[in-house]
């Protein structure tokens, strides 16, 4: 069923709603979350290592499988159109070579460029602790769930982030090396049954300051 889009900015911003209760029979067909997806992933990243992964959870057995490892968010399992569950991979830097390498094929980047880029962000990130990588890539996965919501509202659709879920399972639940993926949020999303609480927020003038 496809949603009509949202064009407007400002609607985008203001109108998204942390939803908990969704329409049951409104479904994302998988070609249209495609595009949620591809269009999220546009976010920025860290020298472009893109170490978002997701697992989208749309069908009853994948629901199934979730339900019991994010008890307090029953609602948002059962009628939502689904769940994505967002990973950062810590094997990110594999993909180094072939990022770049695929930027210089489509045109975006001088072989030169590329030559000299990817031995020197290699060298740097190999330099890095477990811990500190793991940072980088959760700051980019978080970068990336915000633009979820956010497309996923241009497209009218609703959702709400889910931090309460087992994380120490979840990975090898749906099949994951624990290892290699960090889980980062859930997200449901669907079409909201009732319109939300919209909630308030510090102003500038306590959150900023000015030097």
Known sequence: M??????????IITGRRSIRNYDPSVKISREEMKEILTE????????????WRFVVIDTPEGKETLAPLAKFNQRQVETSSAVIAVFADNNSLDYLERIYDKAVEEGHMPQEV????????????????????????LIDAGL??????LVARAHGYDT???????????????GLDKERYFPVMLLSIGKAA??????????????????
Do not use: C, H
Request: proline share 6%; no cysteine.
């Open 160 to 174: 709400n982030p889910i931090g309460g879920y087992e994380k120490a399972e979840i990975a090898e639940a749906f």
């Open 194 to 211: 009732d319109a939300g609480y919209q909630s308030v927020r510090l102003s500038v003038e306590e959150t900023t300051e000015w030097r």
């Open 144 to 149: 990336v769930s915000m633009q979820l919501m």
């Open 40 to 51: 999220a992933s546009l976010a920025p990243s860290s020298v472009n290592l893109q170490p």
């Open 114 to 137: 590329r030559n000299q880029q990817v031995p020197a962000i290699r060298g740097l990130l190999e330099q890095m602790t477990p811990e500190q990588f793991k940072d980088m890539n």
């Open 2 to 11: 496809q949603q009509t889009k949202i064009n407007d900015f400002n609607e």
